[in-house]
């Protein structure tokens, strides 16, 4: 048994999908592992590193191999080069869909990491978690870094400077993490979230949470519902002396596969202080805030808007690590009897399976390629 690392081709991609410290644990369960040169060198992990972990470290790793392990999913041309029976394991977007059709007809066996289950048993599978944690307090250091003042407290002999004013919209993994380390660098910090048990997640962390007695809008899997056009305009008109007093605002609130909800509207940004902040992690799904681009800086009235692209990704050592944790443990699930055999009746498998054996497991992805069924 085989897993292959591949060097991730995408530039804006510094992310590896095993670092050395996993290489040992997955030799143990008996596997082979191969790195493609210079895999982990944007991540900070050298070729040295995975041979002394014990990998084999050559171009052409995914030859043969049993699994072909990556952060983005694999090139049309490459996936045409696998083996049927190949199983990979990436983040795999379906929109475009090529990759998976691809992956279809060359009968491969994809398994996309954003699509494991919310469940208990697959927490430490949760790949979607790992890197919302990474995001968040990447967030918080940008705000931090680009608002030109304190952030804590600070009394002196010349006088005292006030906190910075931190408003988080959004309290999954990201908000979170981002309020902790906001806390931690001193700002006074409040956040709103429209799921029951957000208000005590977010006193848990140190911040107020905003209450707008709106009701809840709870959805599965511990997102939220989407909310109606007269719901998410009322919110919009009461967060906006929030938003307006903060100096730094950070919105983080996405579900995969969906286009993010606009919670901040340009009007609302154009009401806050000179010199404030804002960072929208949701910029790649369409934005929390409205006109903010992915991967751009820009200003909407007298605020910066940071626009997150690929945000994890900017600290690819940590990130990857977790990443790679994810995925070890994924394919420990998976080994049986010494050999790589995915049960799909077990929830977790069943779940984050796209394709196999020429065929679109996973319905929502099947209906999207082929229509919905007779």
Not at 23 to 34: D, H, M, N, Q, T
Not at 105 to 132: C, H, N, V, W
Not at 202 to 214: C, F, T
């Amino acid at each position: 048994m085989k897993i292959a690392v591949v060097r991730e081709t995408r530039p804006a991609e510094r992310r590896v999908a095993l670092v050395p410290e996993h290489v040992a644990k997955l030799i143990e369960l008996g596997y082979e592992v191969a790195v493609e040169p210079a895999a982990g060198e944007r991540a900070l992990f050298s070729d040295d590193q995975y041979r002394a972990a014990g990998a084999e470290v050559a171009w052409g790793a995914d030859h043969a191999a049993t699994i072909v392990a990556s952060v983005q999913p694999l090139e049309r041309e490459r996936l045409q080069r696998l083996h049927a029976g190949t199983a990979l394991m990436s983040f795999l977007p379906t929109n475009p869909p090529d990759v998976v059709r691809t992956a279809t007809r060359a009968k491969l066996t994809a398994f996309a990491m954003e699509l494991i289950p919310r469940i208990s048993r697959a927490q430490s599978m949760d790949a979607l978690s790992s890197q919302a944690l990474v995001a968040g307090y990447r967030a918080a250091i940008v705000a931090a870094e680009r608002l030109p003042r304190f952030f804590p407290l600070n009394m002196t002999a010349a006088g005292t400077v006030p906190p910075a004013q931190v408003l988080v919209l959004g309290a999954g993994v990201a908000g979170l993490q981002a309020i902790a380390t906001c806390k931690r660098l001193g700002a006074v910090v409040k956040a709103y979230d429209v799921r029951t048990a957000a208000a005590e997640e977010i006193a848990s962390m140190g911040a107020v949470p905003i209450e707008l007695e709106l009701g809840t809008l709870d959805g599965p899997g511990g997102y939220a519902r989407e909310m109606t056009p007269e719901r998410a305009q009322l919110q919009r008109e009461l967060l906006t002396p929030y938003v307006a007093a903060a100096d730094a605002l950070i919105t983080t609130a996405a579900v995969p596969g969906r286009t993010a909800p606009m919670l901040v509207s340009r009007s609302m940004v154009e009401q806050m202080k000179p010199g404030s902040v804002v960072v929208d992690l949701a910029s790649e799904q369409g934005g929390n805030v409205e006109g903010s681009v992915a991967g751009t800086e820009l200003a909407i009235g007298d605020a910066l808007v940071w626009g997150g692209a690929n945000v994890p990704s900017q600290m690819a050592g940590p990130a990857s690590r977790l990443y790679g944790q994810n995925i070890a443990n994924l394919i420990r699930l998976m080994t049986r009897d010494a050999a790589f055999n995915p049960d799909f009746d077990d929830e977790i498998v069943r779940g984050c399976c796209v394709t196999h054996d020429g065929s679109i497991l996973h319905e929502p992805t099947r209906a999207l390629l082929e229509g919905p069924q007779a």
